[in-house]
């Protein structure tokens, strides 16, 4: 505006002294975009960048500016002629060559007036900013967008939602957000290379903008969300699993195919609010619950998810505190010979009892401190509290300690063992670990590794919970394992249960072929032990043998039943 201004001045105060040439010698030597308009709308002088910029380097004088000015920057010139005022604000003109992104040039401009002895002049000052502009620009796409795909950025997409809902029919169609996962894209990233990695994540948002969604954003690493409005809730299911099935298509890249799995999680503004925040936090809630599931991969977001999940962050924080506050102890339940009954060894399993929650059943804070990482030191004490106190029962006694896939993947599972059995003086055969099945999806040659050192040590391994896993029968001959727990599911249909009898018959079967000890769980009655020892079953665990004990009431059994069988022998 200043520098406007001054030209502006400059021109009254040359107009007394110079020719009219000069002046216009002067306008066109001008490094700014210059044109001088007389009262009729003709323009009298023009700058040489004025003549480039806007009339190809042709000459602007001598036309009128209804042929030769952009319409903004004529509207200017007509104000400011017509009195209207004396000079306009600062202003961008866009003027379009082509189609092309380089066709296209920014001008800031403003107008001023001058009076002269004709009569009144307008002046235009203008310059090109057009890479200016093109920067802000590209940090203003960079703040909302993903540099990778293209697609919105986080911020990008809250933005979007934001102005979705300002208005009143924005609010009325509502809007689905989905949060989406891909699963296994770490494997595909670490097997054929970030390049590869991120060719898949391009053809990622590729296919999400494909299914027509009204915005796709990538969230950071291989978390997307979409958001589309006026589905409702039955709709947006649909639209989930189209862009499920979208996605889990075999991708081409270069030489290579991958297949990846998308789960997703699905929030609505009719549920949620209009908050963008919320309804991507809904939607990474129903996310985590569909991660969990076994169903197809996606859920949507219910009130009670947030109560639920916020249950569980109110449990892992007292977790956090449950050890130093020695609110964590440890159980044992034994196991018994089928044959006569006796007490053959023990199971260690963890008990919680928080001040205030009361007591927390282990299937409910184990998957917590997983989650979080506690299984490790958790993990680590019950293994060493349980060794140094089964190290002091008869030598006959077994102890078997549950070990989280968990705490393989972090620590050195095989390291700790061997040193809570040096610690305690428990000789390694009296020691079980119970895996799961679980443990051999992750890093299955490094468990199975693991596994083996264990057994080198003299250390058994028993497979728990069988039937509820993948139970691939083909598999366990395969594994470095000694015992197969059944599953209590298919120990409490009997003897009713036909189908549960013959799954346990089949697996009794499969695991003599084998060389496998099989131990029934969660035997409640005689009857049930009876059978199971007809079908050949070996050792049994369960309430009708004992429920979980503190160690003070095991050794009170374990003494009681020396004592009968003293009197008895
Ligand atoms: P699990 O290892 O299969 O342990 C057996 C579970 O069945 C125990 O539940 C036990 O109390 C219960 N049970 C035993 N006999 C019967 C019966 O006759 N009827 C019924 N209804 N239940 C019976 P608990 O102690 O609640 O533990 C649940 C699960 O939590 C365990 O299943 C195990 O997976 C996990 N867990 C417990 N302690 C530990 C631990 O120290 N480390 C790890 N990683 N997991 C543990
Ligand atoms: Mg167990
Ligand atoms: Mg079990």
Redesign the pocket.
């Known amino acids: 505006m200043r520098l406007a201004s001054a030209i502006g001045a400059g021109w009254r105060t040359l107009r007394g002294r110079a020719s009219a040439a000069t002046l216009a010698r002067v306008v066109s030597d001008n490094f700014a975009g210059m044109v001088v308009v007389e009262s009729g709308g003709v323009i009298v002088a023009a700058s040489r960048i004025a003549s480039d910029l806007l009339n190809g380097g042709r000459p602007l004088d001598g036309h009128g500016i209804r042929q030769a000015l952009p319409p903004d920057m004529r509207h200017a010139i007509e104000q400011v002629l017509a009195g209207a005022v004396a000079s306009t604000e600062l202003a961008l003109a866009v003027i379009r060559r082509g189609e092309g992104e380089d066709d296209r040039l920014v001008l800031q401009y403003a107008v001023t007036a001058s009076e002269v002895d004709s009569g009144r002049i307008a002046c235009l000052n203008f310059w090109d900013v057009t890479e200016r502009r093109r920067a802000e620009e590209r940090l203003s796409f960079l703040a909302s967008h993903d540099p990778l795909t293209g697609a919105l950025s986080r911020t990008g997409l809250c933005a979007a939602i934001n102005q979705r809902f300002e208005t009143e029919r924005g609010r009325g169609e509502g809007l689905a957000v989905l949060a989406i996962d891909l699963a296994r894209f770490k494997p595909v990233n670490d097997a054929l290379g970030h390049a590869h990695g991120d060719m898949l994540l391009k053809q990622v948002v590729g296919r999400l903008r494909a299914t027509g969604a009204a915005y796709v954003a990538r969230l950071g690493g291989h978390g997307f969300a979409v958001a589309h409005p006026g589905l409702d809730g039955g709709e947006a299911i649909q639209f989930c699993e189209l862009i499920q099935d979208r996605l889990t298509l075999p991708y081409q890249l270069g030489p290579h195919r991958a297949i990846i799995g998308a789960e997703v999680g699905i929030s609505h503004s009719g549920v949620s609010g209009f908050d963008p925040d919320r309804l991507l936090s809904h939607a990474d809630m129903a996310l985590s619950i569909a991660r969990e599931g076994a169903g197809r991969g996606h859920a949507s977001f219910s009130p009670e998810m947030d109560a639920g999940l916020r249950a569980r962050q109110e449990l892992e924080t007292a977790m956090q505190q449950a050890m130093e506050r020695g609110e964590i102890s440890?159980?044992f339940?034994p196991q018994a010979s089928l044959d006569d009954g006796t007490v053959i060894g023990v199971?260690?399993?963890?008990?919680w009892v928080h001040p205030e929650l009361g007591s927390v059943?282990?299937?409910r804070f184990?998957p917590v401190?997983?989650e979080t990482g506690k299984?490790v030191e958790?993990?680590r004490w019950?293994l060493e509290a349980a060794c140094r106190e089964v190290a002091g029962w008869p030598g006959h006694l077994k102890l078997s300690?549950?070990?989280?896939p968990i705490?393989f993947e972090l620590v050195d599972v095989v390291g700790e063992v061997k040193e809570a059995l040096t610690r305690s003086g428990l000789p390694a055969h009296r020691l079980d670990v119970?895996i799961?099945e679980g443990i051999f999806m992750s890093n299955a040659r490094a468990v199975t590794d693991a596994l083996q050192r264990l057994r080198n040590l003299g250390v058994g391994i028993a497979l728990?919970?069988f039937g509820t896993g993948y139970s691939s029968l083909s598999y366990i001959g395969r594994l470095p394992i000694d015992k197969i727990?059944i599953?209590?599911s298919f120990?409490?249909r009997l003897p009713g249960d036909q189908q549960a009898g013959v799954i346990v018959r089949a697996v009794m079967m499969l695991s003599e072929a084998l060389d496998k000890i099989v131990i029934a769980?969660?035997?409640?009655t005689a009857d049930q032990a009876w059978m199971l020892k007809m079908m050949g079953c070996k050792v049994g665990?369960?309430?009708?043998f004992g429920?979980?004990k503190t160690a003070a009431e095991m050794r009170a059994m374990l003494a009681e039943k020396s004592a009968t069988d003293r009197i008895a022998g």
């Open positions: 440890l159980m339940q199971e260690a399993l963890m008990r059943s282990p299937e184990i401190a997983e299984i958790l993990g019950i300690v549950n070990v989280s705490q119970e799961t728990d919970d727990k599953d209590q120990v409490k769980e969660g035997i409640e665990q369960g309430y009708h429920r979980p």
